[in-house]
């Protein structure tokens, strides 16, 4: 523990509180200057953006590789590959922790302004990846290097600015905290939604074929960020003045003291489960296991050998990847397409699952559905999506229903369960902004661990040939190699007209796929590495009803700051979450 934490605990008092004032001798009554509401919402929407900002660059730096990969190089190596992904997301949980330390040691205003400032400080990465190295097309070592630094400003700025909105969301009248806790999800789904989207209708082969226009969006995102920092420093309030020491000023709460209770560490192991849940969901190691099943090998191969391909350069190729001279471009839009669904069901979930947290209900009843039901629902799109293929159109459909349903569940459980450390009985501000970067931190470190483990031994099990999120190239080289070989070994049976040809074409292809399917080409797909991280990440995802239900109650401060615990029971099927009868009452 900290010298601050420590001295800070030692200095506690024990006292009433209430949501929005601190009640001790010789407080700082800074923070009980009144702020208007609109004056909130308005900083609340400056944060928010910025959060969306870094959210939309995270996705477009993976989605724009392809582009600037001819700069930097590549690289087959399992180890280098992965570590774009799991730094930053170990930098969003460094960021995260790291966010209630800055809170208390500079205030909110600065804060949020010190973390918009790394956010812009983090351009030079654009420099870096918009030069052509030498060495290319292998991977240049030192743009790598700069790379993924400047990219470490940009993770522990846009990380922590989510956990800041929660100091302004708690000035707000109670009654309006869950709507603005539940509009926070735009921050990463929007984000999330709106970097993909183009990839859907095809245009990701475009941007990425002119390094001006990938250039030229990356660095709009900054200098817009750096329109917000202006902004904000120019109408930014404090609604969390700085812990001063030795002014007489006895703080009500601690970094830490919130760090020490175990009320903090079980919210941050639930959160590890559900970024888990929600971000492994869209990586790259499970895109290998759906891609890299039997039926999806088979489908990549049949296009293959139906357009003449030969086995080359499908080092890193994926069955969605329309870059790829291996890929058939009738499968580019399906993964993009399954994260938009995914992230997109948010807007159902806020409509119909979100309401849930404004509600008398106790919470620990429907939390665990929802992940229940979540979990259910994501198994049968992975098993579509598996067992069917891209190719099969009843099992694509499918795929792509079961995950939205499956979204709905997981992104709608999300406010409800941020909502519950707004609607704990420490809460206040400061508690609030604290406790936000603690269970974020821990999340996102937690996450980063789960994510090296199991993307390690999915890459163990399958191979150096197999990177995170690509299909295995030895299992389709091979088997196109031998299909080009028995397909080369058939005539057309003497037929002159087109007709025949197509038709002895198409029934060579069957035979041969025929052929490859019953001589086990086809069958090296089935790795144990996919079966034991699909396990593994349901077994993860049950883990977290224990812990749910060993939660304290949530409930509110009436006027008085007296806390009063939910006690209504939730049922299977009570669903109206608007209904006056059961909403909270205004304090």
């Not at 030192?142 to 929660?166: E, P, Q, S, V």
């Not at 192991?269 to 969901?281: C, D, G, M």
């Not at 389709?476 to 007709?499: H, Q, R």
Request: hydrophobic share 50%.
């Amino acid at each position: 523990m900290s010298s601050l934490s420590m001295n800070d605990c030692n200095k506690t008092v024990q006292t009433p509180v209430t949501d929005n004032s601190v009640q001790t001798m010789g407080v700082d009554k800074t923070q009980d200057k009144p702020i208007s509401n609109a004056k909130l919402v308005v900083m609340w929407g400056i944060i928010l953006l910025g959060y969306f900002l870094f959210v939309v660059q995270w996705y477009s730096i993976g989605n724009f590789a392809p582009g600037y990969n001819s700069n930097i190089g590549t690289t087959s190596d399992v180890a280098l590959n992965s570590m774009p992904n799991w730094t930053i997301t170990l930098m969003r949980g460094v960021g995260s922790i790291l966010a209630g330390w800055l809170l208390a040691k500079v205030g909110h205003k600065w804060a949020v302004t010190i973390v918009l400032t790394l956010m812009v400080l983090a351009f030079p990465y654009l420099i870096v990846v918009g030069i052509k190295w030498p060495g290319t097309p292998n991977l240049n070592g030192t743009a790598f290097g700069l790379f993924l630094f400047f990219r470490l400003f940009l993770a522990i700025g846009g990380t922590t600015l989510i956990t800041y909105t929660n100091s302004v969301i708690a000035k707000m009248p109670v009654e309006k905290r869950p709507t603005f806790m539940s509009l926070n999800q735009i921050g990463f789904n929007g984000g999330a939604f709106f970097a993909n989207i183009f990839f859907v209708f095809g245009l990701g082969s475009v941007i990425n074929s002119k390094p001006e226009i990938w250039l030229t969006i990356l660095s709009v995102f900054v200098g817009l960020i750096a329109i917000l920092l202006v902004v904000y420093v120019i109408m930014g309030v404090e609604v969390v003045p700085r812990q001063k020491k030795n002014s007489g000023v006895v703080p009500e709460t601690t970094f830490g003291q919130v760090f020490k209770d175990g009320y903090t560490w079980k919210m941050s192991s639930i959160f590890i489960i559900w970024l888990v849940i929600v971000v492994f969901i869209n990586s790259g190691s499970m895109r290998s296991f759906v891609e890299n099943s039997p039926m999806n090998i088979y489908y990549l191969v049949e296009w293959n050998l139906a357009n003449d391909k030969t086995a080359t350069s499908m080092a890193g190729a994926t069955l969605s990847t329309s870059t790829s001279v291996v890929v058939g471009s009738g499968f580019n839009w399906i993964w993009p397409t399954y994260i938009c669904l995914f992230v997109g069901s948010f807007l159902i979930g806020f409509f119909v699952i979100s309401p849930f947290n404004k509600t008398i209900y106790k919470r620990k009843t429907f939390i665990n559905f929802s992940f229940a039901i979540a979990a259910v629902f994501c198994l049968i799109s992975l098993l579509c999506g598996y067992l069917g293929g891209y190719g099969n159109k009843a099992a694509l459909s499918f795929f792509f229903i079961f995950i939205f349903l499956s979204g709905i569940f997981s992104w709608g459980v999300q406010p409800v369960l941020l909502a519950l450390y707004q609607q704990h009985r420490k809460s206040n501000p400061t508690y609030a902004g604290i406790i936000a970067g603690i269970i974020w931190g821990v999340g996102y470190v937690g996450y980063t661990i789960v994510e090296l483990t199991l993307s390690l031994a999915l890459s163990y099990w399958t191979g150096s040939g197999s990177n995170s999120g690509a299909v295995n190239s030895k299992i389709v080289s091979s088997a196109v190699t031998k299909g080009k070989e028995l397909m080369n070994g058939t005539t057309n049976g003497g037929g002159n007209s087109m007709m025949d040809m197509v038709e002895q074409h198409k029934l060579s292809l069957s035979q041969t796929m025929d052929t490859l399917q019953s001589t086990g080409y086809l069958k090296g797909a089935e790795q144990p590495g996919t079966i034991f991280v699909i396990v593994m990440f349901f077994v993860i995802w049950l883990a977290v009803f224990p812990i749910i239900f060993s939660l304290p109650e949530a409930g509110v401060k009436d006027k008085d700051g007296n806390f009063k615990e939910f006690n209504k029971p939730w049922n299977f099927v009570s669903w109206n979450f608007r209904n006056p009868d059961i909403l909270i009452k205004k304090a």
